[in-house]
């Protein structure tokens, strides 16, 4: 699956962004799909994540102020983020993973498709 990630950019903290996340082909019941980011000098993060057709995860960093939704009909994924803080810039990449189970969900590594990342900077 290829996944192109978009609406990154600069924004003031407290202010909000919208990513999204088109997939090239269409997506099934199965495939969960997720954000993570990456800070400079830093591991990759699990941000967010809708796991198969329900089950919407958050990092402890994000819940309350990141939302992630999923739109079938369009083959994508959106992630809003509110209420930012400069903590949260990052590059933010999309992934996607047809046989994922849940004790995975969190972990980078076990994701087979990513997107190329948009960069989020959240100025002070």
């Known amino acids: 699956v290829q996944l192109q990630a978009s609406g990154g950019g600069l924004v003031q903290a407290g202010g909000s962004l919208r990513l999204s996340c088109v997939a090239a082909?269409?997506?099934?019941?199965?495939?969960?799909l997720g954000w993570f980011r990456q800070a400079p000098g830093k591991d990759r993060e699990f941000v967010a994540a809708i796991f198969r057709s329900s089950g919407i995860y958050y990092s402890d960093s994000v819940k309350g102020r990141f939302a992630i939704s999923r739109d079938n009909a369009k083959n994508t994924v959106h992630l809003q983020m509110n209420s930012l803080k400069p903590e949260d810039t990052a590059i933010y990449y999309c992934?996607?993973?047809?046989?994922?189970?849940?004790?995975?969900?969190?972990?980078?590594?076990?994701?087979?498709?990513w997107g190329q990342g948009t960069l989020v900077t959240v100025s002070s």
């Open positions: 992934a996607a993973d047809n046989s994922l189970i849940l004790s995975s969900l969190r972990l980078a590594p076990q994701y087979n498709y």
């Open positions: 082909r269409r997506t099934s019941s199965r495939t969960t």
